[in-house]
């Protein structure tokens, strides 16, 4: 029983619009999210995170956003660029799991020049 | 730079073959943790180690089992070999209370014929 569920499997996005990755769960223990961004041939890289108490945060491109009531979380990307087209991993994390992180099933995204 | 080394990139064996897959990381962190990633599963916790020779079951242990004699080398053991453990691993590694900070290696992309 998957407890984060990314239910886009891909993602097709113009360069310079927005992307929009999505990401579910039902475990309400979780107190910490993350994203991780994937190149293939390359091991999975922390792009940006977002606490259980607070409903956004940003860097530069990327804004997280969460959802608490509707256990929902969303990656934004303005503007899309071709070098984000790359797998992204939606991560969280509960107390009682001390370093360890449940992760979605992935969002492929490609930028299209 | 944190560096998370496996030691294959690529892995082609035989049903039944007793495989092992090794990981070192450089920058003396408490945690490894083996993953597995399948298309659609996204990356599912096989083992952990928050110590030398302490070792603690993920999500899907079953037919693997792990080694930390020393804090740097964490190897994944698959005693027989079976198809379905035909996938790509990741190794990752952290420090205590820092979940953000997950390391990962590039991956070894194991082939079970």
């Known amino acids: 029983d998957q407890q984060v569920k990314q239910n886009s499997p891909s993602l097709s996005v113009q360069e310079g619009r927005i992307s929009i990755l999505n990401c579910d769960y039902t475990?309400?223990?979780?107190?910490?999210f993350l994203w991780y961004k994937k190149y293939p041939a390359e091991g999975p890289t922390f792009l940006i995170s977002?606490?259980?108490?607070?409903d956004k945060n940003e860097d530069g491109r990327f804004t997280v956003f969460l959802n608490k009531s509707a256990k929902h979380l969303s990656l934004h990307i303005v503007p899309s660029q071709p070098g984000d087209s790359a797998v992204y991993f939606c991560?969280?994390?509960?107390?009682?799991?001390?370093?360890?992180?449940?992760f979605g099933g992935g969002t492929r995204v490609l930028v299209k020049p | 730079d944190v560096k998370v080394t496996q030691s294959s990139r690529y892995l082609v064996k035989r049903t039944g073959e007793k495989v092992f897959l090794e990981c070192v990381q450089d920058?003396?962190?408490?945690?490894m943790f083996w993953y597995r990633q399948d298309p659609g599963l996204g990356l599912r916790l096989i083992y952990f180690?928050?110590?030398?020779?302490?070792?603690e079951k993920g999500d899907i242990p079953e037919g693997y089992s792990v080694s930390r004699e020393k804090k740097e080398r964490f190897s994944l053991i698959l005693e027989s070999a079976s198809t379905n453990q035909t996938s790509m691993y990741l190794c990752?590694?952290?420090?205590?209370?820092?979940?953000?900070?997950?390391?990962f290696g590039s991956g070894t992309q194991l082939s079970v014929l």
């Open positions: 977002i606490s259980s108490i607070k």
């Open positions: 920058m003396d962190h408490e945690n």
């Open positions: 180690s928050y110590d030398v020779k302490m070792k």
């Open positions: 475990n309400s223990m979780f107190d910490y």
């Open positions: 991560a969280a994390h509960t107390p009682a799991a001390g370093n360890k992180l449940t």
């Open positions: 990752a590694s952290s420090l205590t209370g820092v979940v953000e900070k997950l390391f």
